[in-house]
């Protein structure tokens, strides 16, 4: 059986951030970048019908899955029925926006609806990752000030092809001492190495940043902005140096938000009990919610 859809590459990364781009919804499934670096994972593919991108994935313990297409357009969801059918799967839409609920479950009445708690994405002022402003955020601000103490001869700055080689040795050593063995985890180190050897491939990050004691690399972040949304897909530091994460969460905001950057997304917690404790530390102002739409 002739597959009607086709994996996504390199090449297809302007069609993927306009699409993204379009369905504006500040999920960090909607960006070029996690799709790009998750693709061979999620055995991520499109498939063009007309003028409309339709996008095809495979989750673990969930199933192929299809991003809703825009709610007028009838041709597009008639395909995926057709589409679903032929492979002899139930027809299920995920990661469904909050937003996209709606319209979606009036489009099908009788549709099962399952909220997936830990795919929710942590959103964030912009502004509050850059300067952690008030009560709230005086832990982080001491963290960064002891960091600043205790390592006063450190420097952010973006990646280039010159300090591609740190990066890259940094992360060797960082994936040997923090390995964990959960599926994901193996995922992520794999995809993460991949994308520093082929950077150029990947047209890099628009949005990377390293940061340096002396001149060691300590930890580095990248992402790219969607909208109004800048959405972390890499955030890498190492725990032995006190305030290393607060430090780069901070100095990354500084350097790449601007005045239309007005959030911040840095994902999901996978459900996670001490990723997800650290990223409601830093007071998100929403939890982006996905919901599992089986037709």
């Known amino acids: ?54 996008l095809r994935e495979t989750f673990p313990g969930i199933g192929t899955v299809y991003l809703a297409p825009e709610q007028e357009n009838d041709a597009a969801y008639a395909f995926l029925e057709q589409e679903s059918e032929r492979r002899g799967e139930r027809l299920l839409f995920f990661p469904v ?20 708690r830990d795919w929710y994405d942590y959103l964030y002022n912009a502004s509050d990752m850059a300067g952690f402003p008030g009560k709230r955020f005086h832990g982080q601000r001491s963290h960064v000030n002891k960091f600043d103490r205790l390592y006063p001869d450190w420097r952010f700055e973006a990646i280039t092809e010159a300090n591609l080689p740190d990066v890259r040795a940094y992360f060797e050593r960082h994936a040997e001492r923090y390995h964990k063995d959960n599926e994901t985890a ?11 050897a ?4 990947y047209g890099g990050a628009p949005q990377s940043g390293v ?3 002396g001149e060691q690399v300590i930890g580095f972040s990248c992402g790219e902005i969607v909208g109004d949304t800048l959405i972390i897909h890499i955030e890498k530091a190492d725990i032995e140096f006190d305030g290393a994460y607060q430090k780069l ?17 840095r994902e999901e917690d996978l459900g996670d009990p001490g990723m997800r ?18 037709v």
């Open 1 to 54: 059986m002739q597959d009607t859809f086709r994996r996504i590459a390199s090449a297809d990364r302007e069609k993927l951030e306009r699409f993204f781009e379009k369905r504006g919804t500040r999920l960090c499934n909607d960006s070029a970048g996690a799709a790009l670096l998750w693709a061979q994972y999620y055995e991520d593919a499109v498939c063009a019908l007309g003028d409309t991108l339709l």
């Open 97 to 116: 926006a909050e937003s996209e609920l709606e319209a979606l479950t009036a489009r099908y009445p009788n549709a099962e609806v399952t909220p997936l």
């Open 186 to 196: 193996k995922a992520e180190e794999g995809y993460v190495r991949d994308f520093l």
């Open 198 to 201: 082929h950077y150029a491939d």
């Open 211 to 213: 940061l340096y004691v």
């Open 249 to 265: 969460v901070s100095e990354y905001a500084k350097m790449y938000v601007t005045e239309s950057v007005q959030y911040i997304n």
């Open 277 to 294: 404790q650290s990223k409601e530390n830093y007071h998100p102002v929403k939890l982006l919610e996905k919901y599992l739409v089986k």
